[in-house]
């Protein structure tokens, strides 16, 4: 591999974690990790192979939030700190995640992320997918290198991604309830890699293993109330601020939990359901009859209702804390679990 002379990108902290201001000292040590972090993935990806430089680069240096790089390090200052061990784990969450974007957009046919064309727009499907397909080895070559409990965790983690996946590509079953499907579907796709950034935080900062527990469980259900936010954003953004064109989940026919509610009203036999779901399920290539569709599912009561479900999981991530002395730390995972589901992108 070969270090690109990129400058790494401005850091910034995602909404939720002003607590951190308070706290100087704390503050310029989760920076001065996250900078770190931030040379070491772009390190990590790059090659002496100038398609794969590009390519494997591409995601990381449009942006992103790095949520779970945050975490891993923000668990970690509950015990001793973000050491070598705590950065490396980081880097390789935030590889995972960069992979599975990869390999999302292309299943979904995603045109854009974060503001960009997808990295399969630009390259086609098959370097797309095979882009993911490195990123994901090379994440796996740094986790051996930390010990037999962070391959562990990774290589379930990699598992709960790709049953995921697989899950949402083939639907429930017959006789599935549609919701607990999906729920489940969004636990393994978003729900465990926030988990295992949370856990190896904590782990390798020295954390005391039920401390470790507790974590991994807050990160799962922050992780679900993310994405079934993002549910919601999909439909009530403006477009601009999401990065996305409003109800591009609907367009591709992806099934989210606003729809999936209105499924269920219908199918009870509610008419303005009924009525809001022909547009749903019609043709929406157009600009305009997509518009009126997002326009009618914005309207009706299961978008108040997909938020309640979003804000319900924040409030169990935050109940998973409960064990946990007071800290600055705390006071922020805390505001973190409540700014996932109060958010517009």
Same mark, same amino acid.
Not at 82 to 98: K, Q, S
Not at 172 to 190: C, F, I, M, N
Not at 212 to 234: R, T
């Given at each position: ?125 098959? !370097? @797309?997918?095979? /882009? *993911?397909? +490195?990123?994901? $080895? ?5 986790? =051996?290198?930390? #010990? ?37 579907? !969004? @636990?393994?796709? /978003? *729900?465990? +890699?926030?988990? $295992? ?5 904590? =782990?390798?900062? #020295? ?139």
């Amino acid at each position: 591999m070969t270090e690109s002379a990129a400058e790494p990108l401005p850091l910034r902290l995602p909404a939720g974690f002003d607590a951190l201001a308070d706290d100087e000292p704390l503050a310029a040590e989760v920076f001065r990790a996250l900078g770190e972090v931030e040379e070491r993935l772009l390190q990590a990806l790059s090659s002496s192979d100038g398609l794969a430089n590009t390519s494997a680069r591409y995601l990381a240096e449009a942006g992103g939030k790095r949520i779970r790089p945050l975490l891993t390090i923000l668990t970690s200052l509950l015990g001793d700190g973000p050491d070598v061990r705590v950065r490396e784990a980081a880097v390789v969450m935030e590889m995972t995640h960069l992979a599975t974007l990869y390999h999302d957009d292309v299943m979904d046919s995603a045109p854009v992320r974060r503001g960009a064309p997808a990295a399969h727009e630009v390259w086609g499907n098959s !370097v @797309a997918i095979l /882009t *993911g397909d +490195l990123i994901l $080895a090379r994440a796996s070559q740094l986790m =051996t290198a930390m #010990g037999d409990e962070g391959t562990r965790v990774q290589a379930r983690t990699f598992e709960r991604l790709v049953m995921g996946q697989l899950h949402e590509t083939v639907g429930p079953r017959e006789g599935d309830d549609p919701q607990k499907h999906y729920l489940s579907v !969004v @636990a393994d796709k /978003t *729900g465990s +890699l926030v988990a $295992a950034a949370s856990r190896l935080g904590a =782990t390798f900062g #020295g954390c005391a293993p039920e401390v470790a527990d507790m974590l991994s469980s807050y990160g799962e259900a922050v992780g679900v109330a993310f994405q079934l936010a993002d549910d919601v954003i999909d439909l009530t953004s403006d477009g601009e601020t999401s990065g996305k064109t409003p109800g591009t989940d609907l367009r591709e026919g992806i099934p989210t939990l606003p729809v999936l509610l209105l499924r269920e009203r219908a199918a009870a036999g509610e008419q303005e359901a009924s009525e809001t779901l022909r547009l749903v399920d019609g043709d929406l290539g157009e600009d305009e009859a997509l518009a009126e569709a997002v326009a009618a599912v914005v309207a009706h009561p299961v978008t108040q209702d997909a938020w309640d479900v979003a804000h319900a999981w924040s409030s169990q991530a935050k109940e998973a804390l409960a064990g946990l002395p007071d800290s600055t730390v705390k006071t922020a995972l805390l505001s973190f679990a409540d700014a996932v589901v109060d958010r517009e992108s």
